[in-house]
């Protein structure tokens, strides 16, 4: 049983920040309440430096008390410094790598991989299409209307047509961010340059989480270490994790153990493009380390990831040593939510890939604030599903004796502190502000 718990988030590529996370999580911890018959206290989110935040969690029930350190890898600095960048260079940039994976062979390969992740993608590639088509034939209607009916000189149409593009440009910019055709098609290139070993502003916040996670299980006050990495950072995540076995490689052999959790990875993709082979390097690395347990969430129901797909074997990585990682754990949302939520979320892609970290509506072997905060082992969780939802009892206790195999058609799949300032806001932002 779990009693102290260290929890290293990464997150992915989304500017939201430890403000937005921290509400996320206050989301779904007031689910976990209503679903659960333990309680649940956070402590308010605490800024510790330009790297990191984290907030402290107490659960309990009759008879086990479980204490998470939750700690957040602060990757919005560098984020939102690449997308306040001049408009135009970044749309340069996404052309760039769009080109690039359309004819270095890169979309095709996740075409393969995961078609649905590869007609999101192309959705963004021709929403940005679309938005400079837009401004330029609005542009050339105001430059043919200046012309035929004002009788002014080409020059002057001109100017007026170049002028009304700008402008029709700047003024759907609101549009195009509110649908996060700005942030996807910033989001890539920067992937594929970290991916392919370019210098990358990445670097330096990861190696910092990485030496934090060493030092964490040499401290040894943790009865289990998750690190935890949501979409994109099912990308940064195996990187901190392999870091660290650089900086220790007895990382896992002595102390508590060291899980790693991706969910709903998109790590595939960006490791399917041929030049990224510092990424699979990386990858392979925690791919082969027997001290470490990996687990690899996957949904059907998830547009956003390469549900069914190994993510070793699948982006082409042969290990030179035997495997170890990673165990795939596919979970359903069904399980997890109402079906009147299910409905509605049909089509709210973004909103169904966040809800691996969302919280329950329904008890299920997948919840997240269970997996992060809970007495029982994430991998556990993996192995045992639905016996362990069934050894809560009603008054919140849990007998680990006590568990007997659901009869559920889905029970299948349940195998296969220093702070030196407290941040203001808890609101998150992003695609998973429309939570309701």
């Not at 590529?13 to 999580?25: H, K, L």
């Not at 060291?258 to 790590?267: K, P, Q, R, Y």
Request: hydrophobic content about 45%; some cysteine; glycine content about 8%.
């Amino acid at each position: 049983m779990i009693r102290r718990r260290h929890v290293f988030y990464v997150e992915g590529y989304d500017p939201q920040g430890a403000e937005g996370y921290y509400g996320i999580f206050q989301y779904a911890a007031k689910r976990f309440r209503n679903v659960w018959p333990v309680r649940l206290d956070s402590s308010p989110l605490w800024l510790d430096d330009e790297l990191t935040a984290h907030w402290d969690v107490r659960t309990s029930g009759e008879g086990w008390q479980t204490d998470t350190r939750y700690e957040f890898l602060r990757l919005e600095g560098p984020l939102r410094a690449n997308m306040a960048q001049p408009l135009l260079r970044q749309i340069w940039r996404a052309w760039r790598w769009a080109l690039g994976d359309h004819f270095g062979g890169a979309t095709i390969r996740i075409f393969r991989a995961g078609p649905r992740f590869a007609l999101h993608l192309l959705y963004f590639q021709f929403m940005l299409l679309a938005w400079l088509a837009l401004s330029a034939g609005i542009g050339a209607l105001a430059g043919w209307l200046s012309a035929r009916y004002l009788s002014l000189p080409f020059a002057a149409g001109l100017a007026i047509a170049v002028a009304a593009a700008l402008a029709a440009f700047v003024l759907l910019r609101p549009l195009a961010d509110r649908f996060f055709v700005v942030q996807i098609n910033n989001c890539w290139p920067y992937v594929r340059d970290f991916a392919g070993g370019a210098p990358s502003t990445l670097n330096a916040p990861l190696d910092a989480f990485a030496e934090r996670l060493v030092a964490a299980a040499r401290a040894g006050e943790a009865d289990e270490i998750l690190v935890v990495g949501h979409s994109g950072g099912g990308v940064f995540a195996p990187c901190v994790m392999a870091r660290a076995l650089k900086i220790d490689p007895e990382l896992g052999r002595r102390g508590p153990p060291v899980i790693l959790m991706t969910l709903g990875s998109i790590m595939p993709a960006a490791a399917l493009h041929p030049k990224a082979d510092a990424l699979r390097m990386e990858v392979e690395r925690v791919a082969v380390e027997p001290s470490i347990q990996w687990i690899d969430c996957q949904s059907r129901t998830d547009w956003l990831n390469f549900y069914g797909l190994d993510p070793i074997e699948g982006v082409g990585i042969r290990p030179k040593a035997p495997r170890c990682n990673p165990a795939i754990w596919q979970v359903r949302f069904r399980d997890m939510l109402t079906e009147e939520s299910v409905a509605r979320l049909q089509w709210n892609l973004f909103r169904k890939h966040y809800q691996f970290i969302m919280g329950n509506e329904l008890r299920a072997p997948y919840d997240y604030c269970m997996l992060t905060c809970g007495p029982v082992p994430a991998p556990v969780w993996r192995e045992r599903g639905w016996e362990i939802v069934q050894s809560f009892r009603d008054d919140g206790g849990y007998d680990e004796a006590a568990g007997t195999p659901a009869n559920d058609p889905s029970a299948a799949n349940a195998g296969t502190m220093s702070a030196p300032r407290q941040a203001q806001s808890s609101t998150a932002t992003g695609p998973a502000a429309n939570m309701q």
